[in-house]
């Protein structure tokens, strides 16, 4: 069976950091593309971070950059994502989602499963 178990969100003041895990199982994890979305209320889904599967290409939405940090241990089959200097414009359920292509890209129809979301509440 193929999982994605997304933990780590949290209530957080601005300026606060919070670092999200996304284990995968069920599927080879280490060739493909994991990413990062997001989805505020009353918002569109936004991609917020990728990392490539081989040798682990990133990419950073514009706004998330110089803040967040995307990682992965293919030992453990998980991704961590490392977000710093929060601010309450970040506040959102964020997804990680696990694609079979190692690209990074932010198209959500390449990713064939996705995590039931962690919700990240950052307070003014």
């Known amino acids: 069976e193929v999982q994605l178990q997304a933990s780590g969100g949290g209530l957080v003041q601005a300026g606060g950091s919070l670092t999200l895990s996304c284990v995968a199982s069920?599927?080879?994890?280490?060739?493909?593309?994991i990413a990062w979305f997001r989805q505020a209320p009353g918002k569109r889904r936004e991609g917020v971070s990728c990392?490539?599967?081989?040798?682990?290409?990133?990419y950073y939405i514009d706004s998330a950059k110089g803040r967040f940090i995307v990682s992965r241990d293919n030992v453990k089959n998980t991704v961590f994502l490392q977000m710093n200097s929060l601010k309450p414009e970040d506040t959102a359920v964020y997804y990680c989602?696990?694609?079979?292509?190692?690209?990074?890209?932010?198209?959500?129809?390449?990713?064939?499963?996705w995590g039931q979301g962690t919700l990240v509440t950052v307070s003014s």
């Open positions: 990392i490539g599967g081989g040798d682990g290409d990133v």
């Open positions: 069920g599927f080879s994890f280490r060739d493909g593309a």
């Open positions: 989602a696990a694609s079979s292509l190692p690209v990074i890209t932010t198209n959500p129809q390449t990713y064939h499963y």
